[in-house]
């Protein structure tokens, strides 16, 4: 431990000293590395919207609001799960809070499974000061559960947090390429379903960015989960960024061949809508736009949520990453202007999307 360490310093050095360095690792190389999924996309530029040249509504009457876990947004965005337990994921979330809290977005905070272990940790990850009024959703690995983070471990989390919604994660290709990783996955289904009967709070499932099946996301849905983000495959590839962790060539070289693993996420929004019509569903992974925003939810997304991007951006200051979002915002609302659709709710399922290849271009 350094000794000139400040309190709080020195709880992230002696609080699960690997799970800090792990996540310290993750922040330099989303920021210094090509991450991104190789030999896979997520969809979006196969799609495009057929212009409407008489939209019958004005620009004005464009309305981007909607709700979320019964919460108001001022548009179908989410700052998706990032990062935490770090000086400078402190900086970082502090930024993103603000930006939601401006813009009326929601936004989930990184794995807080270190909060579990050093409560010290808590103000990298405590928004509330800065976001009195977001959608705040708290962040655990789905894997713990079968190592022994009970019901109250997270009723617990989510009270430090004032958090109005879990969000597990379901990661077991980057556990598995993780030196530290952990692939206890078997029987985890039950636990999930156990946990949305236990908690108060809504329980929402996500990938990481290699997508949830339509079959599985049926499922979860069955096990009692309030919402699916499929994190489909096309943005951040956690196999790469895992890779740029190694020091084994030969596991550098099993990481490099998932780098185009994954459903894309066009096609996970796609197949889970249709398999479950009134779902609540959330599309991330490689939504870099507004326009692809507009054509998550024109798939059947409820919500669009981008990570990447927006970390990148704040890790340059507030006023970029304020530009950034205010970009995105305002692509969707053109878009929805442009295909005659005055709400996200007219968007959706709209027959002005098509694809590309079918229409000959």
């Given at each position: 431990?350094?000794?000139n360490a400040?309190?709080?310093e ?6 699960a000293p ?5 996540k310290?690792d ?14 896979v996309?997520?969809?979006f530029?196969r799609l ?7 939209p ?9 609001s ?7 947004l001022?548009?179908?965005l989410l700052?998706?799960?990032m990062?935490?337990g ?8 502090t930024?993103?809070?603000?930006a939601a809290q401006?813009r ?5 905070l990184g ?7 050093e409560p ?10 800065v976001?009195?009024d977001i959608?705040?959703?708290a962040n655990?690995g789905?894997?713990q ?6 019901a109250e471990d ?7 947090l004032?958090a109005?919604?879990?969000?597990l ?5 980057q556990?598995?390429?993780?030196p530290?990783?952990d ?9 999930i379903?156990?946990?949305c ?5 809504p329980?929402i499932?996500?990938?990481?960015g290699?997508g ?6 049926v499922?979860?849905l069955?096990?009692g ?6 994190a489909?495959?096309g943005g ?5 960024v895992?890779?740029h962790?190694?020091n084994?060539a030969?596991?550098?070289r099993?990481a490099a061949?998932?780098?185009?693993w994954?459903?894309?996420?066009a ?9 479950a ?8 992974g ?10 998550a ?10 990570a ?5 951006t704040?890790a340059?200051?507030?006023h970029a990453?304020?530009d ?9 609302r053109?878009c929805m202007?442009c295909?005659?659709?005055a709400?996200?709710?007219?968007l959706r399922g709209?027959s002005?999307l ?5 229409a000959?271009a």
């Amino acid at each position: 431990m350094s000794p000139n360490a400040t309190g709080r310093e020195a709880a992230l050095e002696a609080a699960a000293p690997a799970t800090v360095s792990r996540k310290a690792d993750h922040i330099r190389i989303n920021l210094e590395e090509d991450v991104s999924a190789k030999g896979v996309d997520a969809g979006f530029d196969r799609l495009r919207f057929v212009h409407c040249a008489l939209p019958e509504i004005d620009l004005q009457d464009v309305d981007l609001s909607t709700t979320f876990l019964g919460h108001p947004l001022r548009a179908p965005l989410l700052i998706s799960c990032m990062t935490g337990g770090t000086d400078q994921a402190q900086r970082i979330n502090t930024r993103l809070a603000v930006a939601a809290q401006q813009r009326g977005l929601a936004m989930g905070l990184g794995s807080c499974r270190v909060l579990l272990e050093e409560p010290d940790v808590l103000p990298t990850f405590d928004m509330r000061k800065v976001a009195p009024d977001i959608v705040l959703l708290a962040n655990l690995g789905a894997v713990q559960l079968n190592r022994g983070v009970s019901a109250e471990d997270c009723k617990r989390l989510l009270g430090m947090l004032r958090a109005d919604a879990l969000v597990l994660h379901l990661n077991p290709l980057q556990e598995a390429l993780q030196p530290e990783g952990d692939t206890c996955f078997a029987a985890l289904l039950p636990r999930i379903a156990d946990l949305c009967a236990a908690l108060e709070e809504p329980v929402i499932v996500k990938e990481v960015g290699w997508g949830i099946s339509a079959d599985l996301v049926v499922d979860l849905l069955s096990a009692g989960v309030t919402a699916v983000d499929v994190a489909g495959a096309g943005g951040t590839s956690w196999s790469e960024v895992e890779r740029h962790r190694m020091n084994s060539a030969v596991r550098e070289r099993v990481a490099a061949s998932f780098a185009g693993w994954g459903i894309p996420t066009a096609v996970a929004v796609e197949r889970a809508r249709a398999a479950a019509p009134d779902a609540t569903l959330i599309a991330s992974g490689g939504v870099r736009s507004g326009m692809d925003v507009a054509k998550a939810i024109a798939l059947g997304a409820d919500l669009a949520g981008v990570a990447g991007p927006l970390l990148r951006t704040a890790a340059v200051g507030e006023h970029a990453l304020w530009d950034s979002v205010d970009v995105m915002v305002e692509e969707l609302r053109l878009c929805m202007f442009c295909v005659g659709a005055a709400s996200p709710a007219a968007l959706r399922g709209t027959s002005r999307l098509e694809r590309i290849a079918e229409a000959g271009a």
